[in-house]
């Protein structure tokens, strides 16, 4: 694992500390993130907003894909977690 996402999980888990981390989850990320963070610490991750019916579990880019609205303001504090603590740990 890498310094950045180490350092990611415990800027999100000092802030939401109830959140469940699955840090072994493998995705294929962007060319555009792979340039970035190429020059920059980065660290990809995702914030899980499935709805709970399991009926209408959709891949994330299908086009009856539905997300938990209610997720949202946790994935915006997990981010800026992120960017605060490292803003901080890097002054």
């Known amino acids: 694992m890498s310094d950045m996402t180490q350092a990611s999980l415990g800027y ?3 802030v939401l500390p ?5 840090p072994l989850f493998h995705a294929m ?5 792979a340039l970035i963070s190429s020059k920059i610490p980065s660290a990809y991750f995702t914030v899980g907003a499935a709805v709970t019916d399991t009926d209408e579990h959709f891949a ?3 086009p009856k ?3 938990n609205d209610a997720e949202l303001p946790l994935g915006a504090a997990a981010y800026t ?3 605060l603590g490292y803003i901080a740990d890097h002054r």
């Open 12 to 14: 999100v888990g000092a």
């Open 18 to 22: 109830k959140t469940a981390f699955l």
């Open 29 to 33: 990320a962007s060319e555009d993130f």
């Open 60 to 62: 994330q880019h299908h």
């Open 65 to 67: 894909a539905r997300f």
């Open 81 to 83: 977690a992120v960017a």
